[in-house]
């Protein structure tokens, strides 16, 4: 499963069309959601007279096929209209009220992990984004590789060309499952989930480590001495921001209190906004993907640490610019995109000391500030550069876990005689179904178990690089 993403230059007309079935899912979900409330509240008033329980107003169901039901029987009254848009519209917000009901039940009832998800809210026509999903129904990609076709909307014109799906679909290795539509940062995307036949691929130097320190001074450190720099678009585009939200913060803007309505002005002042950190998004996807392709494309073993972003999110001094530099964006590519690539992810433990290690002679640092940019051995003298040293002791890692568990390295099980070079546990990733004993005892799964990857095989050898 793969998603290709296009913009599409809508004509007014379509862009109409497009803003009514965003407005159509939105009532879908909205009325239904005021009517499995309205059950809910008059069950729990009753309750509170002390109704019987089989006495009780029926309960209202919230699968998707119940809210289905009941939104066919109340379509005529509620939206006589409802004609003039694809059903897969209302589909699109009772599919997300269903979802959104279940998670609170199943937050509820303990069945759900993470953090506790409310009751689902009424969505907005300002504040949620206009979206719609299709399923079924005249979904193409046109031959001249410049329109699609959805249901109702007829024809709508790409922004690029949709060459890379139409080869797929020409060549009939691609399967489209369905389309979303949706309006991101002023503009109509339209996105297919697409099943892929994927062919073989092997990387360039199959046998070669490379380990990735992510950082905020460099967006990565890699072991065969690259630093890759860490653009900042979030710094560079700062000042037109400020200067953006500052004229929007001087228009007249929506007021809750007094119910007027946002300016012209102040819509078109936000439009800017809205522009800027979609520039500014945009940008960091299109640097991290092509980041991470030439990585997994490059090498057999890549080793990442697995870092506690939402953790490091909570510092307010960094949390803007680890949020700009994107890493758990990063480390999510690089587990699919090493699945594609027949390559391998390692993922050492949170706690392995990367940075305070020495990559010459494994001497470890009690204390490094974060300020210390270069990293100078006591020991031996090595002096490097802070986040290749890290990288450097990623990549052995790697190599000495995946030495010891095809049984070359076995002298010391739990580091005994090697005080200055611990061993941190490691988890190598593997396809789910293969018993995994990664390391040693202590090992802490990584956090997504959903990402593919290739499994480990025992007779390779591996030079590290
Ligand atoms: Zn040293």
Known sequence: MQAYRFALDVTPG????????????????????????????????????????????????????????????????????????????????????????????????????????????????????PTMRFTTGAIRVESDRKHVVLPRLGRLKTHESTRKLARRLDAGTARILSATVRRDGGRWHVSFCVELDRTERVPARPHTTIGVDVGVKHLAGLSTGELVPNPRHLDTTARRMRRRARRMSRRVGPDRRTGSCPSKRWEAARRQVARAHARVANLRRDGLHKLTTR??????????????????????????????????????????????????????????????????????????????????????GLTLDRDLNAARNLAALACEVIDARSGRESQNGRGADRKTRPRGPVAVKRQPGTAASAGQTGTVPPQDGTADHVPFRHHERLRCG
């Open 14 to 129: 379509q862009e109409r069309a497009l803003w009514t079935h965003a407005g159509a899912a939105r009532l879908a979900y909205n009325w239904s959601l005021a009517r499995v409330k309205a059950v809910l509240d008059q069950r729990a008033a009753e309750r509170s007279y002390g109704v019987d329980e089989a006495d009780l107003t029926p309960a209202a169901g919230w699968t998707l096929p119940a809210l289905r039901r009941a939104w066919n029987a109340a379509k005529n009254d509620v939206a006589p209209w409802w004609s003039k848009c694809s059903k897969e519209a209302y589909n699109t917000g009772l599919d997300a009220l269903a979802r959104a009901l279940k998670n609170w039940a199943d937050s509820r009832a303990g069945r759900r992990a993470g953090r506790p998800v409310g009751f689902p809210r009424f969505k907005s026509r300002r504040r949620s984004t």
């Open 295 to 380: 990585l997994a494309r490059e090498y057999g073993t890549i080793v990442v640490e697995d870092l506690n972003v939402a953790g490091m999110l909570r510092n307010r001094w960094l949390a803007r610019h680890i949020a700009d530099a994107g890493f758990a964006e990063l480390r999510r590519q690089l587990a699919y995109k090493a699945g594609w690539n027949a390559g391998r992810l390692v993922v050492a433990d949170r706690w392995y000391p990367s940075s305070k290690t020495c990559s010459g002679c494994g001497a470890v640092k009690t204390k490094l500030a974060l300020s210390e940019r270069t990293y100078t051995c006591t020991t031996c």
